[in-house]
């Protein structure tokens, strides 16, 4: 068996999605090879090799996509890997995408979780928003590749060494490598990181505006949570992308999920539905999100909101 | 200047919809409408149709296995030119490649200098689709834009990143893929409405693009997963915030 785990540089470390199948790879046993994208730092390096990565064939960050994935066909050629696992990041879907492509073999998207069982490969997926498991074989021969989501495996290091690293020989893809980054801008979210806190307020567009996430923010401050939203918010460009939970954006799963004026979409609840603890406020009694929340208030945030910040102003005092 | 816009048709999501316990397609109501997240890349091809001027046409590309037409009916009525149906039974179930596939044949067949498509669909978001047809084309892929620019014969977008944002610049061809954050998408008027009972519609199979309908997966199990059990649901008397604070001192968050 010989795994390849798509990765890309993040804060100086590798993404946590790679960690993730990393870890899961190793059940797999064989051969464990990381493909690294981006600066190639030794903390990032280290932690793949920590994570179980043998091998970490390595590209720099400047390469378009479609060199990307030409690079690991040709690499898929002489390796002859039988399963690659890539993220839900950006780059890993455009790289996926474009190297299923090249290879003429097909890509499982969405996958919560992966097993090998002799030569075949098969994912599993949960569809409708989380109430049907739905599992999947690869029939197209070596290799099998799939997208699997954040948090479907826990990332545990099991203390190996540091990689052998190679670079990766690019080839020129001409014209559909003809895509250049002008510049990269950051709206960094404060507060806890949104992935790891313990508590979560999130907001959606029954907060009705752009300026009642300050609200969001001082309750949130108030519990010690991260803010979180839905897209319908973020397509409104009331936050930045990275407060976005659900299918295309970060899955929490923290002790306390608090829902602000948040309908409780399929799309949303994959995100959040594995919380310990899901409370929602919503004005409509008919609200899905209520399917999900172990307590539901049926008010209106406006009102229910700035009671409970005054309150746990007065309980904290 | 010629744009095609890919759109899927879909089961109306308000509706609710099953797999077929024997095949496991899934079991499509009869009529299927646009997919909402569809409407954002017609409007980006309008916009950039009408800066590009006179020359420039906005045709949609769908495939479909087949039936329905009314979701390529609310899409032309937006304003596109005219649309493409690839229309077979053999691509009923078709996997994201087989979908690619036939989407990069037909829009290189209408000569495409821009393809546009949303991120991924709401019925099946493999969300690779996209980078599939740049692929098969072998033209630059701009993806997750929430901004669209045309600069001097490029599209230039910014590009979702989780930090925020990254500003790309391609030459074209090129394929490009828009979120719902992107532009506001326009609602059909009365005179759309009635206009695109009479736009042209090109219907194609999957023979005459050359493409053979593969799977390369098949599904094994299909079993429902235990849901998680809804709980106390109470009306906000004006003591509802004090029903939380107690639920947050009982798992101890404050
Ligand atoms: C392919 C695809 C991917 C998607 N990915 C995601 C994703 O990752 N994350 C995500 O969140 N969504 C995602 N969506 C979008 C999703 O389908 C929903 O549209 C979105 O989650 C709805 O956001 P919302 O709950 O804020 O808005 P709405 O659905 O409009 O709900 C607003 C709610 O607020 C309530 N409300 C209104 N006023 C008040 C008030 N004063 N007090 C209390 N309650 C009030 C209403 O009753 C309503 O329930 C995706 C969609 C697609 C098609």
Redesign the pocket.
């Known amino acids: 068996m010989k795994t390849w785990v798509f990765s890309t540089e993040a804060d100086g470390g590798a993404s946590s999605s790679a960690l993730e199948a990393l870890t899961k790879a190793r059940s797999f046993g064989g051969d464990l090879v990381a493909i690294h994208v981006g600066a190639g730092s030794e903390p990032a390096l280290n932690e793949l090799g920590a994570h179980g990565a043998a091998t970490v064939l390595h590209l720099s960050a400047d390469v378009s996509a479609a060199a990307i994935a030409a690079a690991m066909a040709a690499a898929c050629e002489t390796e002859q890997p039988d399963l690659i696992i890539f993220g839900m990041g950006n780059l890993d879907r455009d790289v996926a995408g474009r190297l299923s492509a090249r290879l003429g073999k097909p890509v499982l998207a969405n996958a919560v979780d992966v097993t090998v069982d002799g030569d075949s490969v098969r994912v599993a997926n949960e569809i409708l928003g989380g109430t049907t498991k739905v599992v999947t074989q690869f029939t197209e021969g070596a290799p099998a590749i799939t997208i699997t989501r954040p948090k479907a495996f826990p990332a545990e290091p099991n203390g190996g060494d540091a990689p052998t690293v190679s670079t990766l020989h690019v080839p020129d893809v001409g014209h559909a490598g003809d895509v250049v980054v002008l510049s990269s801008h950051a709206e960094s979210a404060e507060g806890p990181d949104l992935e790891a806190a313990a508590v979560v307020v999130s907001g959606?567009?029954?907060l009705?505006g752009a300026e009642k996430f300050e609200m969001i923010a001082e309750l949130a401050g108030l519990v010690g949570g991260a803010v979180g939203a839905?897209?319908?918010?973020v397509d409104a460009g009331w936050v930045p992308y990275s407060y976005?939970?659900?299918?295309?954006?970060k899955t929490v799963k923290p002790s306390v999920y608090l829902a602000c004026?948040?309908?409780?979409?399929?799309?949303?609840l994959v995100?959040m539905k594995d919380s310990t603890t899901i409370i929602a406020?919503?004005?409509?009694p008919e609200?899905p999100i209520f399917g999900v929340a172990d307590l539901g208030i049926v008010?209106?945030?406006?009102n229910v909101v700035p009671a409970l910040i005054e309150a746990l102003k007065a309980h904290g005092s | 200047m010629k744009i095609v816009v890919c759109v899927k048709q879909i089961p109306d999501p308000a509706s609710p919809y099953k797999l077929d316990p024997e095949n496991h397609f899934v079991v499509r109501p009869e009529d299927q409408v646009l997919d909402?997240?569809d409407r954002y890349g017609v409007e980006v091809a309008l916009q950039l149709a009408d800066e590009f001027g006179d020359e420039a046409s906005v045709t949609l590309l769908s495939m479909s296995p087949g039936g329905s037409q009314q979701g390529i009916r609310q899409a032309l009525a937006m304003g596109a030119d005219g649309a493409i149906l690839v229309e077979d039974a053999g691509l009923r179930g078709a996997d994201a490649l087989t979908t690619s596939r036939v989407l990069a044949a037909a829009a290189k067949r209408a000569a495409a200098d821009l393809v546009i498509t949303g991120t991924?669909?709401?019925d099946g978001?493999t969300g690779v689709v996209p980078q599939q047809v740049a692929e098969l084309m072998g033209v630059p892929s701009l993806t997750f834009a929430r901004k669209v620019e045309h600069v001097d014969g490029k599209v230039r977008i910014e590009r979702q990143t989780q930090a925020g944002y990254d500003v790309v610049e391609g030459s074209l061809p090129a394929v490009l893929s828009v979120t719902s954050g992107v532009v506001e998408p326009r609602y059909p008027t009365f005179k759309g409405i009635m206009a695109a009972k009479s736009k042209p519609v090109e219907t194609l199979t999957a023979a005459e693009l050359e493409v053979t309908p593969s799977s390369g997966q098949s599904i094994v199990s299909v079993e429902s997963v235990p849901a998680r059990e809804a709980g106390e649901v109470i009306e906000d008397d004006g003591e509802g915030h004090l029903k939380i604070l107690a639920k947050l001192e009982e798992v101890k968050v404050v």
């Open positions: 959606g567009r029954g009705g839905t897209r319908a918010v976005q939970v659900g299918q295309t954006g004026g948040i309908s409780g979409a399929m799309q949303h995100g406020i919503n004005k409509d609200a008010g209106d945030v406006h | 909402d997240t991924e669909s709401t978001y």
